[in-house]
C-alpha cells in the first residue's frame, strides 16, 4: 500500500493530521478493533490531544477517516514516524484496500462549526505548473466562495520529500451545498483547464454532525448521524416538555406576561445550553450502540433501536399523565 502524506511547514500551532483509507468489504469490524490498539498506543505519544475515527458513510463518504489532532506539527510527525506506529500499520495491511491518503492540517481555526461537511482534495502539480496554480488557485477561490453555503477553505502547499500533493480542505455547511460546488459546469470548466499543469487528483468527503455530543468512552468511533439523531430526540423531548410546563407556560408567559414568541426563544436557549451536558451523558449509557467493538453489529443496531423507540414511547406515556395547565 503507498501512503500518500502532506505535512505544512514547522509550526507550533496545534495540526491535525487526516488519514482517509478503504476497508475491504467484511473486515469493518476488524479495522474498528485495530483503532483501538492504535488509540491506545498514541495516547501516550507527547503532544496527542484528541482522536476520532469516523466510518464510511456511502455513497458520499466511502472511506474511513482517521482524524488525529497534536499540539505541533513536530509532535505529529513524531507520531507518523514512530516505530510504534509503523509496526501497527504491519499488521493491517492485508484488510486496506489501495493506497491511504494522509495530510497534516495545521489548525488556525479552531473554531469550526461541527454541523459542516468537507472535501478533502489533493491535486499533483508539476515542476513548471506552480505559477500556473497560484493563478488558477485564486480564479478557483474566488468562485467557489460565490456558491451558497461556502464556510471557507484552507490550502497546505506540499513538503519535498514528503510529499508532492497540494491539499486544500473545502467546507460548505451542508453536504448538498457542497455537491452543487463540486458538479458544477463552472467547477468543471476550472478543472478542465487544470489538466495542463496538474497529475492525479484526489476528492474525498468528510461529513460532520452532534460530534462534540457523541464521543464515547472506551471508543474511538464516530457515531453514525442517524443514531445520534436518535438519541438527540430522546435527550430534547423530556427537555422541551418539562421546560415548557414548569417555566416558560406558568413563569415566562403567565406570571411575568412575556409574548409567545419571546418566551419560546428563551426556551430554546436553555434547552440547547442543557442538551450541552445531558446529550453526552445519555451517550455514554448507549456507548455499546454507537460504537459497537464486537460481533454480531446488526443484532446490536436492532436492540438499540428497540431500547431507543421503548424509551420514546414510555416519555409519551408518562407526559400524557400531565395536566394540561397548571
Do not use: C
Request: charged content about 15%.
Amino acid at each position: 500500500m503507498v501512503t500518500q502524506q502532506t505535512a505544512p511547514a514547522t509550526t507550533g500551532k496545534p495540526v491535525t493530521i487526516i488519514t482517509q483509507t478503504r476497508v475491504r468489504p467484511g473486515h469493518d469490524e476488524d479495522f474498528t478493533r485495530w483503532q483501538q490498539q492504535i488509540s491506545a498506543v498514541i495516547a501516550r505519544f507527547p503532544g496527542f490531544v484528541d482522536h476520532q475515527l469516523i466510518p464510511p458513510d456511502p455513497p458520499s463518504q466511502v472511506d474511513w477517516v482517521i482524524v488525529q489532532k497534536f499540539a505541533s506539527s513536530e509532535q505529529a510527525q513524531a507520531w507518523l514516524q514512530s516505530e510504534d506506529r509503523l509496526h501497527l500499520l504491519e499488521s493491517v495491511q492485508p484488510i486496506l484496500v489501495g493506497h491511504d491518503d494522509i495530510h497534516l492540517i495545521t489548525d488556525d481555526n479552531e473554531d469550526q462549526p461541527s454541523s459542516t461537511v468537507s472535501a478533502v482534495i489533493s491535486m499533483q502539480v508539476k515542476p513548471e505548473g506552480e505559477e500556473a496554480y497560484r493563478e488558477w488557485g485564486q480564479r478557483i477561490a474566488a468562485a467557489q466562495a460565490q456558491f451558497p453555503g461556502f464556510l471557507g477553505f484552507k490550502q497546505n502547499a506540499p513538503i519535498p520529500g514528503v510529499q508532492d500533493d497540494w491539499v486544500t480542505i473545502l467546507t460548505f455547511d451542508t453536504e448538498p451545498h457542497l455537491n452543487a460546488w463540486m458538479t458544477s459546469p463552472q467547477r468543471q470548466r476550472l478543472i478542465d483547464e487544470a489538466s495542463a499543469f496538474s497529475g492525479e487528483t484526489h476528492y474525498r468527503t468528510v461529513r460532520s454532525g452532534f460530534e462534540q455530543w457523541f464521543r464515547t468512552t472506551g471508543s474511538e468511533v464516530q457515531a453514525p448521524v442517524w443514531k445520534q439523531n436518535m438519541l438527540t430526540l430522546l435527550a430534547l423531548y423530556p427537555v422541551v416538555f418539562l421546560f415548557g410546563f414548569f417555566v416558560m407556560s406558568p413563569l415566562l408567559m403567565k406570571l411575568w406576561g412575556w409574548p409567545f414568541y419571546f418566551a419560546l426563544f428563551t426556551s430554546n436557549v436553555a434547552g440547547v445550553l442543557i442538551l450541552n451536558y445531558l446529550v453526552p451523558w445519555v451517550s455514554r449509557q448507549f456507548t455499546w450502540w454507537l460504537a459497537p467493538a464486537g460481533g454480531e453489529m446488526e443484532r446490536r443496531d436492532l436492540i438499540g433501536v428497540t431500547a431507543v423507540i421503548a424509551l420514546y414511547i414510555l416519555l409519551l406515556v408518562f407526559f400524557s399523565r400531565f395536566p394540561l395547565a397548571l
